[in-house]
């Protein structure tokens, strides 16, 4: 599946930033995606489930970046017990 991730900011209709994802994961799911501060820095950064086997599953993450003003991408982490 491809996903096109529009990123806007909060009370405003102008997109910002679009995500381009490629995905084994349906992202209209609930949980899919998420707003969590995963670098401890105060700002939200985005994670996107990407897939999983078992009781495992693969997240991709993008951190803000605070002189920018969007999201990086960083890398891929795993999850055990689903998340």
């Not at 990123?7 to 969590?36: A, F, Y």
């Not at 693969?58 to 991408?73: C, P, Q, R, S």
């Amino acid at each position: 599946m491809h996903y096109e991730l529009d990123i806007q900011r909060e009370n405003s209709n102008d997109v910002v930033q679009t995500i381009s994802v490629r995905n084994g994961v349906d992202l209209n799911k609930p949980g899919g995606i998420h707003l969590l501060d995963l670098n401890a820095d105060g700002f939200e950064d985005l994670r996107v489930w990407g897939g999983g086997a078992q009781d495992k599953r693969w997240y991709k993450i993008w951190l803000f970046d605070v002189a920018t003003g969007k999201f990086v991408w960083s890398h891929t982490t795993e999850s055990g017990s689903g998340g």
